[in-house]
Every structure is written in structure tokens, then in C-alpha cells.
């Protein structure tokens, strides 16, 4: 009958040591699984923070070009202005490289 107590007592600590083993190895799944979800968060983050940047250099361009387009038509009216003048003055010839240089 002592026999019998004692290998009970050797199987629950057995299992006991194999329980105490598995949540270790648990604890320590889960210490790498946050880790590795932090990783992913930081850089989902520096994603976002990236395409932010790409976003606000995207509408710079697009006001750059917005502005070009306003100078290029203010200039294109400035030289048809100087035409029509050449024109009434009948100076069919007139050439403004002087003045497109400018613009």
C-alpha cells in the first residue's frame, strides 16, 4: 500500500513538473507572440506616418503645379497681349525673345 502512495505521489508530481514545463514554455510563446505583435504594430504605425508624408508631399506637388500652371497661363496672356499690341501697331514682326526669356 506504500508502494502504491508513493508511485501516486511520483505520478502527480510528475505530471505536476510536465504542467509547471508546458505553461513555462506557454509563457514564454506568448512573451515572443507580443513581442512580435509590437514589432508589427510600430511598423504599421511607421507605415501610416510614411504615407502621411507621401500625402502632404502629394498636394505640395499638386499646389507647385497648380501655381505653374497659373504662372504659365499668365505669361502665355502676357505674350498674346504683346502680339495684339505688335499687330495694331503694325509691327507684324515683332519677335519678344527678350521678353519670352523673361516670362
Known amino acids: 500500500m506504500v508502494q502504491v502512495k508513493m508511485k501516486i505521489r511520483e505520478e502527480i508530481e510528475h505530471i505536476r513538473a510536465e504542467i509547471e514545463q508546458l505553461y513555462k514554455f506557454k509563457i514564454e510563446y506568448w512573451k515572443v507572440q507580443a513581442e512580435h505583435w509590437k514589432t508589427e ?15 502632404q508631399a502629394a498636394k505640395a506637388r499638386a499646389e507647385h503645379w497648380k501655381t505653374e ?35
Request: hydrophobic fraction near 35%; avoid cysteine.
Open 69 to 103: 500652371a497659373k504662372l504659365g497661363t499668365i505669361s502665355r496672356i502676357k505674350r498674346q497681349i504683346r502680339r495684339r499690341i505688335a499687330n495694331v501697331l503694325g509691327l507684324n514682326t515683332y519677335v519678344s525673345t527678350e521678353q519670352n526669356s523673361r516670362d
Open 41 to 55: 504594430a510600430q511598423a504599421a504605425k511607421a507605415r501610416a506616418e510614411h504615407w502621411k508624408t507621401e500625402a
